[in-house]
C-alpha cells in the first residue's frame, strides 16, 4: 500500500501538476486575503481567518476536482485499471492509498497558506485557537470533497468529466443551507431537519466561530469514510462484473 502511496504522490510532485494547483490555491488565498483587508472601513485592521475561509470556500472548492479526477479516470482511460486490480493489493488498500495521497497534496497547499497567518502575527495579534480551528474545518471538509471526487473519477473515463461531475456535486453541497431555507422544504419540518442536518456549511459555522464540536469531527469523518466505502464497493463490484 505505501508503494502506491508514494507512486501517487510521485505522479503530482514530479510533475508540475501540484504544483500548479498550489500555486492556483495561493492565488486565490492571497486575492481573498488582499481584498478582505481592502474592504475594511475601521483604521484599526481586524481581520478574521475564519471569517475569510468561510467567505471563500466557495472558491477553494473548485480545486478539489481537479485533484482528484485523474485518481481513477486516467487508470481507465489507459488502460491500466486492470493491472491495478490484478496487484497484490485490495481494492481497499488501493482506494485508501489513493485517498492519502490526495489528502498529503491537500495538505501541502494548507501548510502553504500558513504563511498568511504568520505573516499577520508578525506585524499583529493572531487568535489561535480560532485559527486552528478554522483550519481543521476547512481540512475535514477538504476530506468528504477529497472522498467524493474520487468516488466520481472512479464512474468515468475521463478526467474532464470527472472534475465537472464534481464541481457540480460540491458547490451543491454548499447551497443546501438555501435549499433547506425555501419555503417548499420549510413547510416540511422531517424534511427541513433533515436536510439542514447534511448542511456541512452550517457545520463549518462551528469551526469558523471558533468552536471544536465533536458532533461536527464525528460527521466530517464519518461522510468521508462512508464515501470511501461507496467507491470501494462500486469498483469492487465493476471489477466482477468484468471478470
Avoid at 485523474?70 to 491495478?84: I, K, Y
Avoid at 474532464?160 to 461531475?165: G, N
Avoid at 459555522?205 to 462512508?226: K, P
Amino acid at each position: 500500500m505505501f508503494a502506491l502511496y508514494k507512486k501517487e504522490l510521485q505522479a503530482f510532485f514530479f510533475s508540475p501538476f501540484a504544483y500548479v494547483l498550489s500555486a492556483l490555491f495561493m492565488l486565490i488565498f492571497s486575492f481573498g486575503f488582499v481584498t478582505s483587508i481592502a474592504n475594511l472601513d475601521s483604521n484599526t485592521l481586524k481581520f478574521s481567518f475564519p471569517e475569510f475561509f468561510y467567505n471563500n470556500f466557495f472558491y477553494f472548492i473548485f480545486i478539489i476536482p481537479l485533484l482528484t479526477m485523474r485518481s481513477f479516470a486516467d487508470e481507465r482511460r489507459g488502460g491500466t485499471e486492470v493491472l491495478l486490480y490484478s496487484s497484490p493489493l485490495s481494492v481497499t488498500q488501493i482506494v485508501l492509498a489513493k485517498f492519502l495521497a490526495i489528502t498529503t497534496v491537500f495538505l501541502f497547499m494548507i501548510v502553504l497558506s500558513l504563511f498568511f497567518p504568520i505573516y499577520a502575527a508578525c506585524t499583529g495579534k493572531v487568535i489561535w485557537s480560532s485559527l486552528i480551528c478554522a483550519y481543521s474545518g476547512f481540512f475535514l471538509w477538504g476530506l468528504v470533497c477529497i472522498a467524493l471526487g474520487m468516488l466520481l473519477s472512479s464512474l468515468t473515463g475521463n478526467a474532464i468529466i470527472a472534475a465537472i461531475l464534481g464541481e457540480i456535486v460540491m458547490e451543491g453541497l454548499l447551497f443546501l443551507d438555501q435549499f433547506a431555507a425555501t419555503k417548499l422544504v420549510e413547510t416540511y419540518p422531517h424534511l427541513n431537519s433533515v436536510v439542514t442536518w447534511f448542511s456541512m456549511q452550517r457545520r463549518f459555522i462551528y469551526f469558523s466561530q471558533g468552536m471544536f464540536r465533536l458532533e461536527d469531527l464525528v460527521f466530517f469523518l464519518s461522510a468521508a469514510a462512508l464515501v470511501l466505502c461507496w467507491n470501494i464497493f462500486s469498483i469492487e463490484k465493476r471489477r466482477w462484473s468484468h471478470a
